[in-house]
């Protein structure tokens, strides 16, 4: 590799150990490789490098999300959805770094209109991905509204969890709650069986 893809896989690296604030010009440097002044030849700044190395980060994120939906289950809807969760919350666990970093992400998105553009690209994509995991679908056979709807809640669904993984894993909920908690939640909102 050259400096600049090993300044990256040095910034991402960073990112997934110390987190974006944590990461300084010699940290990166130093799991680099290379010398403090590449980052400026290369990046122009320290921000550039790891919003740089956050994007591809995000791109591997994505890449898990995508993975861990459109795995093959076995067993009626509601048996393939509990065995969905339960496998995206082991990614939770087993890929941990990497949700931190995605957390992390949007975070910094609040100083950085480049992050925040690739970001709700990103969240475009993930609730069409969601959606079509979800009714077993491409994502081009899908109404928009079907993506907003189902695609949205479900990602909201999927934050919610994997931040409460990520706070306190052992007051998270698991994937059957998760699965009884939406039934209940729908007796609430609809009490007749009304949709």
Wanted: proline content about 3%.
């Amino acid at each position: 590799m050259g400096n600049r893809e090993d300044l990256l896989a040095g910034a991402k690296r960073c990112l997934l150990d110390k987190g974006y604030e944590r990461s300084t010009v010699r940290d990166i440097a130093t799991e680099a490789g290379v010398s403090m002044a590449a980052i400026g030849y290369h990046f122009g700044s320290r921000e550039n490098l790891l919003n740089a190395a956050l994007f591809e980060a995000l791109d591997e994120w994505g890449a898990e999300v995508a993975r861990t939906l459109g795995a093959e289950g076995e067993g009626g809807a509601a048996e393939r959805f509990e065995a969905m969760w339960a496998r995206m919350i082991d990614s939770f666990t087993s890929h941990r770094p990497l949700w931190l970093a995605s957390v992390e992400a949007f975070m910094q998105a609040a100083r950085s209109p480049e992050l925040r553009d690739r970001l709700a690209d990103g969240m475009r994509q993930g609730r069409a991905g969601q959606a079509a995991a979800l009714l077993v679908a491409s994502e081009d056979s899908l109404p928009d509204e079907q993506v907003r709807s189902l695609g949205s809640v479900h990602m909201a669904l999927l934050s919610g969890v994997m931040l409460q993984w990520m706070v306190s894993p052992d007051d998270a909920p698991s994937a059957a709650e998760v699965a009884r908690g939406l039934r209940a939640l729908s007796g609430v909102v609809w009490p007749d069986g009304e949709s």
